[in-house]
């Protein structure tokens, strides 16, 4: 076993096994598509979204910010399928993004369309700027930390509607609390 199949197996027994989350909802069944992240309002939310990911045997890239990526742990996140992003600097992340779905026959990029732990106000919207232009679906996955659950979500197949659809995205989440409520957007429902 290698060592990120080891932490991926460390975050599945103290997730899972431990803590008692669980799984719910149909895994997709297509080859690519952008999988989104939400809400995202702790620390707790990556080592969820690495056992929910090991658990139902997904293997995915994903987007994290530059500074997390120092050695000698930017070595192991590589390893896991992370890809470091200097959100200051402009590099063409959506079109290097879309070559790659393009590219592959099979890809799932996993972005939390916050892209922070902190309050905001509305989402970045690379994500689905992503998923329209590889012809791609996008399939939410929420962390629910009321009841302990990842909740994978519906296929969504983006219509070029930007507000409409994200919108739409948005309610899927509503129902969900983060760890730190107050700092998720959508806000939620209760």
């Not at 719910?24 to 952008?34: N, R």
């Not at 909740?151 to 509607?161: A, K, N, R, S, W």
Request: one cysteine or more.
């Amino acid at each position: 076993m290698g060592l990120p199949q080891l932490v991926y197996w460390l975050c599945d027994l103290l997730m899972f096994r431990l803590l008692g989350w669980r799984v719910e909802g149909q895994l997709p069944q297509v080859p690519k598509y952008v999988a989104i992240g939400a809400p995202h309002t702790s620390n707790w939310d990556f080592f969820i979204g690495m056992a929910a990911y090991h658990r139902l045997k997904i293997q995915f890239r994903w987007y994290g910010k530059h500074t997390i990526f120092i050695w000698p742990v930017g070595v192991l996140l590589r390893a896991m399928g992370g890809f470091p992003i200097e959100r200051a600097h402009h590099h063409d992340v959506v079109s290097v993004a879309i070559a790659k779905f393009k590219r592959e026959d099979h890809f799932i990029l996993a972005l939390a369309p916050e892209g922070t732990r902190g309050k905001v106000d509305k989402w970045k919207t690379g994500f689905y700027h992503i998923a329209l232009g590889a012809g791609v679906p996008i399939c939410p996955f929420a962390l629910d930390f009321e009841h302990k659950r990842v909740v994978c979500g519906q296929l969504f197949y983006p219509t070029g509607d930007k507000e409409k659809d994200i919108a739409h995205l948005q309610d899927f989440f509503r129902q969900f609390r983060g760890r730190h409520p107050e700092l998720g957007f959508p806000p939620p429902n209760h």
